[in-house]
């Protein structure tokens, strides 16, 4: 598995705003729900980002005032681990 990344949102609305905004930048990533474990609200969705892409991503959301919660890199087994950008 290449690195990746998942940016979590606090609803659907948010985490698609997210990710019209990054792919009219030409930041390819996908929207999916939150992993279960990672959310502490029992829903809640990401954006599958590259990490090559990460830092890029992370700053245009917040330029754009697109608050996201919290990120995590997954390892080569596909398990988050929480990191802070």
Not at 13 to 26: H, I, P, S, V, Y
Request: charged residues 35%; contains cysteine.
């Amino acid at each position: 598995m290449r690195n990746h990344w998942l940016v979590t949102f606090r609803s659907v609305t948010f985490a698609q705003k997210g990710e019209r905004l990054l792919r009219n930048r030409g930041i390819d990533c996908g929207l999916r729900r939150t992993p279960k474990e990672l959310s502490d609200r029992g829903c809640g969705y990401c954006l599958r980002i590259r990490g090559q892409d990460i830092l890029n991503a992370v700053e245009l959301l917040r330029e754009n005032q697109l608050y996201h919660g919290k990120t995590y890199v997954l390892d080569r087994d596909g398990r988050p681990e929480e990191r802070e950008l």
